[in-house]
């Protein structure tokens, strides 16, 4: 083990996986420093030391509520973007017992899964398609929501793809949907989560602006600490705990509180948004660069998500049509180039991205995705040594590839290769219809 | 000393299509007992375990350009069913020896696929070839055996190749009018020790068994050859998606 992280040091590492995580920020860290052994108070406690935390806490929580444009008994610390997602989503369904929820198919897991849960206590869900860029309809919405419609989760900006949301347009319909209810005297509240995480180093996240009642933040994606998360909830939207306990965060999350993460990610949020519209712009270019050197070094590639501004500024994901992303990424890795796949392989379930499959591409295109996302510390030079790479890694796993892609493919090319119906699993699981392949198609 | 040159010659062509050598084949190999993960069950290194990294990053007998015509004596292409690698084969074999003389492939597949197909290949061509009835008894963890084991969430989808294989080889018999000797899919012996086939588990699955433990209720597998449990766990969870999914 020694040995090998030895190694990996004295190896240049060129990391683009800034939507997987980032590093901790020397002046996050610095802020943190101070409370993990000299001030380790309890903020439920009464001395001084508790008070010192107490007075940590609330500066803390003060910070985010102004940078959000909102109060600061509207922000609750968890522990992960995830938690914020669970405590959003289950937290306000279970408030409505059998009530009826919205969220789109291309959703982080934290909310999927979540959403999932909640179909099997007996809540009815609703997931909208996505177009072919990743955009939520907003038509498609108005026509989904139900007169028990109780919440509706739609992310800002996705975490594979970088589509950026339409969310002020969403919140607009939240609000005349709202007006109606009073007038028809429905007295069923609707409220909008949204997920934040990969916004907020890039995008404006006032509350006020965005209009929207529930918002995840967490502090790995915005050079602030790991195990940390925001969720800001609107005075008056009902919400159960997860859990019972102690009682901190309004009864709301339980659990002695997090000072240091707390004064981390706060720190964080603070120095993300005041480098964001700078940020921004240099890394629009760096990505619109990378896009189009990508494009006119490598043939056969297609863009998935959105270009120019409606992309999150730091996303690239590319479909290196014919070879596997796995594969891919491992010889990336020995060039020391850090990055992210779609493909079935790299998942814990064995799934190919669902966001992938979810604008519509076959199955091999998401096999053959590849996510490459920038940070602070990229260059044009980081860039330009992957575009050195990487011609020649695909020009071989290319070669050893029996298949052959169409570049508008909307069907699985080599269905008959698999035994059972011809059918991998995910494939059964979203109960699309294949075409019969002729037993020549190969 | 003919084997030795043909992977130098692929070991250039690599080299010319990457241009860049990739720093991990420079690397000292790494004593047995400092892989970089550990399998927590077997205590086997793997994902780079160097015999991995070389195969993966060497692949052995790769078909590179397209087959001429006659080159081969039959073909055959399988895919997995659990992550939707795709795996194509082509063999030449002995037909007084009846030994393997050629074994080549592509693959639409990840890492470990690469890896253990490569192994795979070399396995049965090695010492002037495998006898083709014993090529046939390879199994998943014999290839794994050779690469000092591979990730536990890999092995069902990875090692596709003594699947393509057989597929291919079942080809070659009809092709050369061996019929009597064309293995019918779905009675392959999964459990020496209790000869049970994979048409046992399918039958215990149908009748509603769901995990390994409730197979093992039911017919006692892999108890007494917990080798075979990766490629049990396999079935079961191919089964489960066939008549359940």
Redesign the interface.
């Known amino acids: 083990m020694m040995q090998s992280s030895k190694k990996i040091k004295s190896q240049k590492r060129t990391y683009l996986d800034h939507a997987a995580t980032t590093s901790t920020d020397t002046r996050v860290v610095r802020a943190m420093q101070p409370f993990f052994s000299k001030m380790y108070g309890n903020p439920s406690s009464l001395y001084a030391d508790g008070r010192m935390a107490k007075e940590a806490l609330q500066k803390a929580r003060s910070s985010i509520a102004t940078i959000l444009g909102a109060r600061p008994e509207e922000i609750i610390f968890t522990g992960s973007g995830t938690e914020s997602d669970a405590l959003a989503i289950l937290g306000v369904m279970r408030a409505y017992s059998g009530k009826h929820m919205i969220t789109d198919t291309i959703e982080h897991h934290a909310v999927l899964y979540n959403a999932e849960l909640l179909e099997k206590e007996g809540f009815p869900v609703t997931y909208l398609p996505v177009d072919a860029e990743g955009f939520v309809d907003i038509k498609k919405l108005v026509v989904a929501v139900r007169p028990d419609t109780v919440l509706i989760s739609i992310m800002y900006a996705n975490n594979e793809i970088g589509t950026i949301q339409p969310i002020a347009e969403i919140a607009k319909l939240v609000r005349r949907i709202r007006k109606e209810r009073i007038i028809s005297g429905n007295e069923t509240p609707i409220w909008l989560h949204t997920d934040a995480c990969q916004a907020a180093g890039y995008l404006d996240v006032n509350i006020e602006r965005l209009g929207v009642d529930l918002l995840t933040l967490n502090g790995s994606k915005i050079y602030g600490p790991k195990g940390m998360g925001v969720l800001y909830r609107r005075r008056g939207v009902k919400i159960a705990p997860l859990w019972l306990g102690g009682g901190q965060e309004q009864k709301l999350r339980s659990g002695t509180e997090n000072i240091a993460g707390i004064v981390g990610i706060a720190r964080a949020l603070e120095i993300a948004q005041s480098h964001k519209d700078g940020e921004n712009k240099r890394l629009s270019k760096l990505r619109d660069y990378f896009i189009r050197e990508v494009f006119a070094r490598i043939p056969k590639i297609v863009l998935n998500g959105p270009e120019g501004e409606r992309r999150l500024s730091n996303n690239v994901n590319i479909s290196i049509l014919d070879i596997e992303g796995e594969a891919m990424l491992l010889y990336l890795d020995a060039y020391g180039i850090e990055a992210s796949t779609g493909s079935a392989c790299d998942s814990a379930t064995l799934d190919p991205s669902h966001v992938i499959l979810g604008i519509g591409r076959p199955y091999e295109f998401a096999h053959a995705s590849m996510r490459f996302t920038l940070g602070r510390a990229t260059t044009k030079k980081d860039l330009d040594y992957v575009l050195q790479v990487m011609p020649g890694i695909v020009e071989k796993l290319r070669k050893i590839s029996p298949i052959n892609l169409d570049m508008n493919a909307t069907q699985m090319s080599h269905a008959s290769a698999f035994a059972g119906q011809g059918l991998p699993h995910w494939e059964k699981k979203r109960g699309t219809k294949l075409k019969t392949p002729s037993p020549k198609a190969q | 000393m003919k084997q030795k040159t043909k992977k130098q010659n692929v070991a250039t062509k690599?080299k010319k299509?990457?241009?860049?050598q990739?720093?991990?084949?420079k690397?000292k190999p790494?004593p047995p007992g400092?892989y970089?993960v550990v399998n927590q069950y077997t205590g086997q290194g793997w994902v780079y375990s160097d015999i991995v990294k070389q195969h993966?990053?060497q692949?052995q007998n790769?078909l590179?350009d397209e087959p001429k015509k006659g080159q081969f004596d039959a073909e055959g292409?399988?895919?997995?069913?659990?992550?939707?690698?795709?795996?194509?084969m082509w063999v030449k074999i002995d037909k007084k020896t009846d030994r393997v003389k050629e074994l080549k492939w592509?693959?639409?597949?990840?890492?470990?696929?690469?890896a253990s197909t490569s192994m795979f290949s070399v396995m049965v061509t090695e010492n002037g070839g495998m006898k083709v009835d014993e090529a046939l008894k390879i199994r998943p963890q014999d290839v794994m055996a050779r690469l000092s084991g591979l990730p536990d969430?890999?092995i069902h989808?990875?090692v596709l190749a003594d699947k393509a294989f057989r597929k291919t080889i079942n080809n070659y018999f009809h092709a050369s009018g061996q019929h009597d000797r064309v293995i019918v899919e779905g009675a392959k012996v999964i459990d020496a020790r209790l000869n049970i086939t994979d048409k046992d588990i399918e039958e215990a699955v149908l009748e509603g068994a769901q995990t390994l433990e409730d197979v093992q209720k039911k017919l006692k597998v892999g108890v007494g050859d917990p080798e075979s449990i990766p490629e049990i766990e396999q079935l079961i969870?191919?089964f489960k998606?066939?008549y359940y999914?």
């Open positions: 690599i299509a990457t241009k860049l990739p720093a991990v084949l690397r790494v400092k970089e993966f990053f692949p790769l590179l292409e399988v895919g997995s069913p659990a992550c939707g690698d795709t795996m194509r592509k693959t639409f597949g990840c890492g470990s696929a690469i969430r890999k989808c990875s969870r191919f998606e066939k999914g």
